[in-house]
């Protein structure tokens, strides 16, 4: 069906349509012309008067135009991002459309070729029954989840990592704010956020201390002092003269004596108390994550699941320290498997970090931050991915945005996040970017290896029940209130 022809000038990338029919930008169109097929994405919707146009400065002639019952003519145009020739390779344009050329609504058929191709179902073209079916494989090129508060962010994470389980994929997702711990999503493993202290190499142990290794005397007394502390506990834990109960009890004496031994051959005392005074402190933020009665954290991560810690209880350095170890755990033990094939972690992961613009600040140096640089640049070998997810995307660290080859973009109103995606994109047009303020919710852009090209989307609706979502106030007023009504005699809350 024909709904409009070019106008004006053109190049290979974009065209200006006059319309006969209506559409909404979003929609794909197709271009004959020199022999080929073109497809053409609507990217911006525009109308005009002939008549009425921007120097009409008079109310009164638009008044007497109305009174004589006349319609005001007007015009609609389309402007259409030139996407690829329909060629099987998809290959860019090599001419502009002359004006004159009539343009398509692209059929379900040429549109299935391209958006159906893929492994998992995310949704459906806007407008259209066209699934569009996301190339798993190159999820190891990272993806970015990025939207404005209450855009479909969390409802995208659920979607993509329940079927990925189901096609026995691991997804791991640091579950910031305790929404998907609690929620029905298929195939869901839960994990408690602990780190056991045996399973730390020294050099992690000083990591989550914060203790750089450019802080020389600090590393090399804390170093010497984990080792001497670590031997010992695994000779007398061989001997069962000790056990996992009394050390997380003990833990905070015992690894200070160790500190306080080692530091004597020492000359500086200010060092030997420096990493006293973070073992303190480390302990005294830390101490509900530490246990020495928890498993290695890849023993936890099941493959055909979706491994979700729960960091809603945590404040924002136990979440870094978490996040970070794991990161860690899960680069080199599927680094091990690579060497060793008999050890380490067997399959890919998918690793998901919400609350990016915290974690992966790029004002601020998280532990994590270290980590996913290292996951963002080396993981593709190894099998890890990378999906991070934020509602601010100008705060995340701009190496690692700019290595998420993939993003999933829903709606983004602010002027700065979306010049900021523009400027570490180079999948992304500035006449897309344009337009993510006019998605509704649910609606993404998606682009990079993840489609075939770039698609406007209707996230599928998670079918089950994520927790986190925002109280229903009145509910829960009204139950309470209840409540106290029916046990006056014993409660008095708010009264
Ligand atoms: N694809 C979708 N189809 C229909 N409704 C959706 C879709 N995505 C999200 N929603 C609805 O929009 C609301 C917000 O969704 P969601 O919590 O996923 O957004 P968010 O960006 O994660 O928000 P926040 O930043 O607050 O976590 C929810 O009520 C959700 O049901």
Not at 156 to 161: E, F, I, Q
């Amino acid at each position: 069906m024909i709904i409009g022809y070019v106008v004006g000038s053109a190049t290979t990338q974009e065209a200006n349509v006059l319309l006969e029919k209506k559409v909404r930008s979003g929609y794909y169109v197709t271009l004959e012309y020199d022999d080929e097929k073109v497809l053409g994405l609507v990217t911006l919707i525009t109308t005009g008067s002939p008549l009425v146009d921007d120097n009409l400065n008079d109310i009164e002639l638009i008044q007497r135009i109305k009174q004589m019952g006349n319609k005001i003519p007007f015009y609609m145009k389309a402007k259409v991002k030139l996407l690829c020739k329909l060629d099987g390779k998809l290959s860019q344009p090599d001419l502009p459309p002359v004006a004159g050329t009539p343009v398509r609504l692209a059929t379900r058929e040429e549109l299935s070729n391209i958006f159906s191709e893929g492994t998992i179902k995310i949704g459906n073209l806007i407008g259209s029954d066209v699934e569009v079916k996301l190339r798993v494989n190159a999820l190891t090129r990272h993806l970015a989840i990025l939207a404005a508060t209450g855009s479909g962010k969390s409802n995208t994470v659920a979607v993509l990592s329940s079927r990925l389980s189901e096609i026995n994929g691991s997804v791991v997702i640091f579950d910031y704010h305790g929404e998907y711990y609690e929620s029905d999503i298929k195939n869901l493993n839960n994990i408690e956020p602990k780190i056991n202290p045996l399973n730390l190499t020294p050099n992690e142990f000083a990591t989550l201390l914060e203790i750089r290794e450019n802080a020389i005397i600090q590393y090399r007394i804390l170093r010497r002092a984990f080792k001497s502390f670590l031997n010992e506990i695994k000779e007398k834990l061989n001997q069962s003269t000790i056990n996992y109960e009394d050390l997380n009890n003990k833990f905070r004496e015992y690894i200070i004596k160790k500190v306080e031994e080692v530091s004597k051959t020492e000359k500086r005392k200010d060092s030997k108390d420096e990493v006293i005074n973070k073992i303190e402190d480390f302990l005294d933020r830390y101490s509900d994550i530490i246990d020495f009665t928890a498993g290695d954290v890849i023993e936890k991560i099941r493959i055909g699941k979706v491994n979700v810690v729960n960091l809603s209880s945590l404040d924002e350095d136990a979440i870094d320290a978490i996040v970070s170890h794991y990161l860690r755990k899960i680069l080199t033990s599927r680094k091990e498997n690579k060497v060793k094939r008999k050890t380490g972690l067997r399959f890919p992961v998918l690793v998901v970090i919400e609350e990016a613009h915290v974690l992966l600040s790029k004002d601020s140096n998280t532990l994590t931050k270290l980590w996913a640089s290292r996951i963002a640049r080396e993981g593709r070998k190894f099998g890890v991915g990378l999906i991070i997810v934020s509602q601010r995307p100008k705060g995340i660290d701009e190496n690692i945005l700019s290595q998420m080859t993939n993003k999933i973009i829903l709606k983004i109103v602010e002027p700065a996040d979306k010049k900021y995606v523009l400027e570490t994109s180079d999948n992304l047009s500035e006449d897309i970017v344009e337009g993510l303020s006019s998605l509704d919710t649910g609606e993404a852009v998606i682009v990079g290896n993840i489609v075939r090209m770039p698609a406007i989307v209707k996230i599928d609706k998670f079918e089950g029940r994520l927790a986190g979502s925002d109280p229903n106030l009145i509910e829960e007023w009204k139950n309470a209130k209840e409540e106290v009504e029916e046990h006056s005699d014993v409660l008095n809350w708010g009264e």
